[in-house]
């Protein structure tokens, strides 16, 4: 066994004591505050004061951060698995409901900076780079997904043919209704509101609103009024 397969099973090992020592603790027995000081001996960084409910599931922990007054509820699940690379950031003040799954795979940056909030059961996936700006809401059940499989080749499956990755931009101030998906190399600008069950599959300007499958831009907020733009 070489050293980094034994660095990793041993990380895993002391994730696993750990979680089981304090992951299900309830509240009534100061479980949060006892994750908030016990977690720090597996996590990349976890500031202080954090709440995590009991329930949530970590893996790689030595790639995952923290911020101050980060919210995480039950049955959340944070995936750092893929790569000694990888890195899962949350930012201050971050709130996370319950049953989100954020997962990176290979060579990944996930970052989710401050303020913003995760609705329940939102899935966020890399493997391409994943940046969610400051203030933002994602509502419930939307989909961030920085990845495509290939399908060129029709003989061969197309679970063999691996994945192309560009990245997802999500910048400050967006919000995403019920139901969102986005899908790889897309960039929502500053500002810009996009529509329940919308699949933003291009680029949003800042400040736009965005309906439909896929996307179409109907509206700007930069005006005082909402203004149809010509198509």
């Not at 060579?107 to 900076?113: G, M």
């Not at 986005?182 to 810009?192: A, E, F, M």
């Amino acid at each position: 066994m070489n050293i980094q397969k034994y660095l990793e099973k041993w990380q895993r090992l002391q994730e696993v004591l750990v979680t089981t020592l304090v992951g299900d603790l309830p509240a009534l027995a100061l479980g949060p505050k006892l994750r908030n000081l016990i977690y720090r001996s597996i996590f990349a960084k976890i500031n202080s004061p954090v709440y995590i409910q009991n329930g949530v599931e970590f893996f790689s922990t030595n790639c995952i951060e923290i911020g101050k007054g980060v919210f995480i509820l039950k049955g959340v699940r944070i995936d750092g698995r893929g790569h000694q690379n990888n890195k899962i950031c949350l930012g201050n003040g971050v709130a996370i409901e319950r049953n989100v799954d954020i997962g990176s795979l290979n060579n990944t940056c996930i970052h989710i900076d401050e303020e913003t909030f995760i609705a329940p059961d939102v899935c966020i996936a890399g493997p391409g780079d994943i940046k969610i700006g400051k203030n933002c809401m994602i509502a419930a059940h939307s989909g961030i997904y920085a990845n495509n499989h290939n399908f060129a080749d029709p003989t061969i499956p197309m679970s063999k043919q691996g994945v192309s990755r560009k990245g997802i931009v999500i910048e400050d101030d967006c919000w995403l209704g019920h139901g969102v998906t986005v899908l790889d190399g897309v960039t929502i600008g500053k500002g810009s509101v996009i529509g329940a069950g919308a699949v933003v599959n291009k680029d949003i300007p800042p400040f736009s609103v965005a309906v439909g499958i896929p996307a179409r831009v109907i509206k700007s907020r930069l005006s005082q009024e909402l203004v149809t733009l010509s198509d």
